[in-house]
């Protein structure tokens, strides 16, 4: 049973010692390469646990007798491969797990790991099918977090949000339309299909995107639908210059440059050049010498931006609640007290952005998260001080929603001030 050896050493660096998903996955084959007929079973299992690990440990939790971590993360696979999975035999299964316990607990979880009936049963009959602990449970996302969101939204709108979190997300591709159309990528590949919104596709292939051709070629690249769908309705022939800062997403960065290619000046802020080589080759590889690409905190851009702009579109740092389907240890990483530390900073960044939009231009503020203090609560305290804008158009995606996003955006103006007559 060296896949669940395996998944053990991996799940106690994750849980108990804060390390991602990825960098454990990672670590635990790059010195072994006897393991790495494994890593795709291992891959699964720890991924099933990390997206069930409430439950799991809520089980284990309150099991008669203490454990230590190894043989709770023994437990933990075991019930990821015993409840979902089912992909190791079952029998040899426990005759490993049983050898890190005594008789007495073995006599304990032999019940537990034989367990076929649905997981849902599980939850303690204690716990109230419409209490915020049983959702928090049966969806593993933290109480803290369901509780904010059914303030936020409501319980339908949350409930239908925990639903979609527990699926895959769609991996929806950008066509670059510089190069081919949307139709010749569908005709030529079975492995993309359409997107419910235009110049885009949705890869559902079962090699990893990256080995897909059209991919390798940059004929396509991912991009969240929600994103374009907004692009789309302020990166118009009207804008004369522009500037995008942006935190941290790349590709938002993508699509401002296909949207205006060389056609006009663009101005593109973030934190740190020196952490996003990829844009700096995509500049040189498609020679945009029109792209002024600058490194900077929000409050110091005045020395890279020497005009008022037609369009400003703020990406600031959020809490990214988009990720949860993308990584399965999202939330467990997430620290609650973070979001005030958050919500601040984008209160700066959008303070500092504003101030380059010119006369009867274009603010946008943007955030890939589900969450009114970073969402809508901010943009009216924002407008609230700032008479001289108006807001034109706001939105909330949700995951659930067509174009299968987590994303709020606010698209404001600023007014022309009035002249006084003499």
């Not at 991602?20 to 494994?38: I, P, V």
């Not at 979902?84 to 029998?91: I, P």
């Not at 809508?376 to 659930?400: A, G, T």
Request: hydrophobic share 40%; with cysteine.
């Amino acid at each position: 049973m060296r896949p669940l050896e395996i998944v053990k050493d991996i799940l106690k660096q994750i849980l108990y010692q804060g390390m991602e998903f990825k960098h454990a996955l990672r670590l635990a084959f790059k010195d072994n390469q006897a393991d790495k007929e494994y890593a795709s079973l291992v891959s699964a299992i720890v991924g099933c646990e990390l997206r069930h690990h409430l439950l799991f440990s809520r089980i284990v939790g309150d099991l008669a007798g203490d454990y230590n971590e190894d043989q709770k993360c023994l437990l933990f696979a075991a019930l990821a491969n015993t409840l979902f999975l089912k992909r190791l035999d079952q029998d040899d299964v426990f005759t490993y797990v049983r050898a890190s316990f005594d008789e007495e607990q073995a006599n304990v979880i032999e019940k537990l790991i034989a367990y076929q009936d649905s997981p849902r049963d599980l939850i303690p009959e204690s716990i109230p099918p419409e209490s915020l602990e049983y959702l928090s449970l049966r969806f593993n996302t933290p109480e803290w977090l369901v509780k904010m969101w059914q303030k936020h939204f409501g319980r339908g709108v949350t409930y239908k949000l925990l639903k979609k979190n527990n699926k895959p997300q769609l991996q929806s591709c950008r066509v670059n339309t510089l190069v081919t159309t949307t139709k010749e990528v569908l005709d030529d590949n079975p492995e993309f299909r359409e997107a419910p919104i235009s110049d885009m596709v949705i890869y559902q292939g079962k090699a990893p995107i990256r080995k897909n051709i059209f991919f390798q070629s940059f004929d396509v690249f991912l991009l969240k639908m929600a994103i374009k769908e907004m692009m789309d309705k302020v990166c118009g022939n009207d804008v004369g210059e522009a500037f995008l800062y942006s935190y941290e997403d790349n590709s938002i960065i993508r699509e401002f440059f296909l949207k205006f290619d060389k056609k006009i000046g663009l101005n593109l802020g973030v934190p740190n050049t020196d952490e996003r080589v990829d844009i700096s080759k995509i500049i040189r590889y498609n020679k945009l010498t029109n792209v002024n690409f600058f490194g900077a905190h929000s409050s110091e851009m005045k020395a890279a931006i020497s005009r008022p702009q037609d369009l400003v579109i703020v990406n600031p740092q959020s809490s990214n609640f988009d990720l949860i389907r993308a990584y399965p240890d999202y939330l467990l990483h997430f620290k609650r007290e973070s979001i005030d530390e958050i919500v601040a900073s984008q209160k700066e960044t959008l303070e500092n952005c504003s101030f380059y939009v010119g006369e009867e231009g274009i603010l946008v503020y943007t955030v890939s998260t589900i969450n009114r203090k970073e969402g809508r609560s901010l943009v009216m305290d924002f407008l609230d001080k700032h008479r001289d804008f108006v807001l034109i158009e706001e939105k909330q995606r949700f995951p659930f929603d067509p174009l299968d996003t987590a994303l709020y955006y606010a698209i404001m103006k600023r007014k022309v001030e009035a002249v006084p007559s003499e």
